[in-house]
């Protein structure tokens, strides 16, 4: 098989890789880079739990290819905390209870920190709008977006 | 078992002849965000992957003539962030932004919706509505075609083996004209349309002097409803003008009955969505 080499940035750090043309970015991360963190529910986009940013935007990495990340700066779950330091959004997921299973979360963590990149003090239904794509099936969202609420009045009051 | 082969060629020509050297069995890679999902589900299983994002007049935006020109392969985020694209075509974008999730909309583009040509795709008839013209390129060079001859049925589009959906043209807007799209759906976020109608027109004081009306989701392709324009086009936008323009939506309905609507439903609503549609393109054109 002809595999395809692939020369990116994840979470900061430059990686090198051969995928198949056909594998995504999902199985890359997770059988090649051995970033398990992002996970696969539907593999088909619906489900948001694989929720990665590629050069700044969300998007899932099961509707990617590998290949398609030649010169590409990719963020993952694994990138949001600075050694042991959580980031804001892990610790609030914890306090807050903000999940039970934990399946999703990486996805939740990654969209709602694309959203708050974007949009500090972002509205309730906002937050429900751009979490839309990102799928629970045990906390039924409430605690989920009162804990990005909260993180996003903190960061308010922080940087005042 | 046949091999895919990946490449993303950084010309037109190339990746023309990429096209024609796969001799049928290639596929255009944009987003992904539907080609990836026939793939998994074994619906499809390409020769080869042609990835059109390295190739600049497909993945940008130009203000051209006094309109825009949207590289196919644009992803849906960025065409909402343009703010001159959003203020002139707010009808084009608020489709575009309802395709999908965050996620989606971060790689799935406009010219990817189209060319996947499902009846119900949201880009469609806000962009038939506006007048889009598109720009195809293929192993006989290059040609154009008014997005409402693109789709030949569900899955199927006009374009000839080897073309390429390059970019979409919106034209310059006079004075005093607005769009918008409105579809229905049984929730409120990431859903089918059940109908999609889109309204472009232009206003001289109270009076509608032009108009053209998209509708989707109600036969095999998106359609311009032309007797749907003809009806509002000189009216005052009065309730009579609004119900020949719904009559002439529910006229042109040929739908489906499946689980998301009935034949009856779908019908009704085209007509309800025609009017609501006109009435907020009136009030961004300020004329209304």
Known sequence: ?160 | MQQTTYAAPRSLDEAVGLMAAAGGAARILAGGTDLLVQMRAGSLAPGAIVDVKKIAEMTTIVEEAGGFRIGAAVNAAEIGEHDALRRAWPGVVEAINLIGSKQVQGRASAGGNLCNASPAADSAPALVAAGAILAVQGPKGRRQLPVEKLHAGPGRTMLERGEILVSIALPARPAHSGDAYLRLIPRTEMDIAVVGCGVSLAMEGDTCVAARVGLGAVAPTVMLVEAAGAALAGSRLDEAALEKAAAACRAACRPIDDKRGTIAYRTKIAGVLVKRAALIAARRAGGH
């Open chain 1, 1 to 160: 098989m002809s595999r395809v080499h692939v020369s990116a940035v994840v979470n900061g750090e430059p990686v090198e890789f051969l995928c198949d043309p056909t594998q995504t970015l999902l199985d890359v991360l997770r059988d090649q880079l051995g970033l398990t963190g992002s996970k696969e529910g539907c593999g088909s986009g619906d489900c948001g739990a694989c929720s990665v940013t590629i050069d700044g935007r969300l998007a899932c990495a099961c509707l990617a290819l590998g290949a398609e990340m030649e010169g590409c700066s990719i963020g993952t779950i694994e990138g949001l905390a600075q050694g042991d330091q959580l980031h804001p959004l892990q610790k609030k997921f914890v306090e807050a209870a903000a999940l039970q299973c934990g399946v999703c979360t990486p996805g939740f963590l990654v969209a709602s920190k694309a959203l708050l990149d974007r949009n500090p003090d972002p509205t309730e239904t906002e937050i429900r709008y751009w979490l839309a794509g990102n799928l629970c099936r045990c906390t039924g969202y409430d605690k989920i977006v009162r804990a990005v609420m909260e993180v996003a009045a903190e960061m308010k009051e922080t940087a005042r």
